[in-house]
T-cell receptor, first 113, second 115 residues
């Protein structure tokens, strides 16, 4: 069975500091991994994905994520946080042989001015 | 392009009432999905449709039915609403062939309250 864990309900970071939002996964076969962001009362917006190839993936708004197969992790990172990055972030996984996208419970990022 | 459109955006029901949430996409996507979002539980998959004419259960299908009316539309029906179905419902779609690696595109959500 597929699963995703986001161990932190909330992450606080000062503006200008680097941020990391953690995600670990479990899936049969090759994983397809995704990060989404949700602003209040809105749908989810796609940030980036890992399918194959380079373990460091770059996405929208300066975000990047590092795929680590041995640790089954896909942490979201940004070198310098902005107050406008404050939102709810979801990690998702899909096994290569399925149609199901399974989401984590979400991590609320709060960037303090 | 509107993307993924959900109606209604808000709905209040009494226990036992029925209703249908509508979803339509104009991106010519093959696959469509229904999720529910609850605090502390993230998004959970209710049903999905890999392609027109097919539907499959997700993680939490009990109490729901779906219809893939055509390639554009995927509706979610609550036959007898219960307070436990109070949630925000999201429809999503995905492009490409059956096992394409594309990301999901989401609608803006439908907020349902069951009293």
């Amino acid at each position: 069975a597929q699963s995703v864990a986001q161990p932190e309900d909330q992450v606080n970071v000062a503006e200008g500091n680097p941020l990391t939002v953690k995600c670990t996964y479990s899936v049969s076969g090759n994983p397809y991994l995704f990060w989404y962001v949700q602003y209040p009362n809105r749908g989810l917006q796609f940030l980036l994905k890992y399918i194959t190839g380079d373990n460091l993936v770059k996405g929208s708004y300066g975000f990047e994520a590092e795929f680590n197969k041995s640790q089954t992790s896909f942490h979201l990172k940004k070198p310098s946080a902005l107050v406008s990055d404050s939102a709810l972030y979801f990690c998702a996984v899909r096994g290569s042989g399925t149609y199901k996208y399974i989401f984590g419970t979400g991590t609320r990022l709060k960037v303090l001015a | 392009n509107a993307g993924v459109t959900q109606t209604p955006k808000f709905q209040v029901l009494k226990t036992g009432q029925s209703m249908t949430l509508q979803c339509a996409q104009d991106m010519n996507h093959n696959s469509m999905y229904w999720y529910r979002q609850d605090p502390g539980m993230g998004l959970r998959l209710i049903y999905y449709s890999a392609s027109e004419g097919t539907t499959d259960k997700g993680e939490v299908p009990n109490g729901y039915n779906v219809s893939r009316l055509n390639k554009r539309e995927f509706s979610l029906r609550l036959e007898s609403a219960a307070p436990s179905q109070t949630s925000v419902y999201f429809c999503a779609s995905r492009s490409g062939q059956v096992l394409n690696t594309g990301e999901l595109f989401f609608g803006e959500g439908s907020r349902l309250t069951v009293l």
